[in-house]
């Protein structure tokens, strides 16, 4: 079943990311010189995906306007003879039509993000990527989108025990090792309460019809409307799956999985790992 449009929900706060993100969106902050958002639409496009739903919110007129043509740096680019970067600035755009702008206008939850999103889904499944949560490596929708049969599907990670009321918890049923049936799933249960630690990512496929539940949904934990708790009604009425992904994933919405992502892609670079794994083996960082 293909899937060809993704959402991304770009409307939050960033307040952990504070002084910083008190105007700049915490989805524009660089991971080496890119920005987060910009690798989770590289992701989606590597999938496949060739329509591209944000739902923003107020201050994030610096997403859209990356995604769109600057004329006068684009003028000073070509000016100057720098094919180079005008090459790399202009190969952000998307095919025209195939970006769309929603408003939430509250922070209500990812839940609630999502269901903003619902006139321009329609019917047909739909992915979900969280910039928030940078994967290194393969495509990890790619791998959810080969697997995908219809339903709804979430990426997971083994986490710390300890960590579980950071995340979506699932119950597993059968499990192959790659995809795990779904029993339940709850929203950042305590340790002594989680079924697993088997803890959700930002990558999601779902089925149309989970728009209907959101609409219909309480509020849950932290008194916001919670994806993963329409998720949990549907089961028994949808397919629901969990694919253990092959990359890396780095927490961006911490401080600490920001500055990791940042080395561990900065040492991926040619023209950066010789001369940043020499000052990290020379630096005395205390």
Partial sequence: ???????????GLGTRFLPATKALPKEMLPVVDKPLIQYAVEEASAAGI???IFVTGRNKTAIEDHF????????????????????LVQEMMREPGSVSYVRQQEPAGLGHAVWCARNLVGD????ILLADDLIKGPSALQEMISAYEGGNMVAVMDVDPSETAAYGIITAGKDDGRQIEVKDVIEKPAPDKAPSNLAVVGRYIIEPQLFEQLGTQDEGAGGEIQLT???AARIGKAPFTAMRFSGTRFDCGSKLGFLQANIAFALDRADLSDDLRQWLKDADLG
Wanted: charged content about 30%.
């Fill in 1 to 11: 079943m293909r899937v060809k449009k993704a959402i991304f929900p770009v409307g």
């Fill in 229 to 231: 708790d329409s998720l």
């Fill in 68 to 87: 769109d043509h600057s004329t006068e740096l684009e003028s000073v680019l070509t000016a100057k003879g720098k094919h180079d970067a005008l090459k």
């Fill in 50 to 52: 060739t329509e591209f």
């Fill in 124 to 127: 047909e499944p739909v992915a």
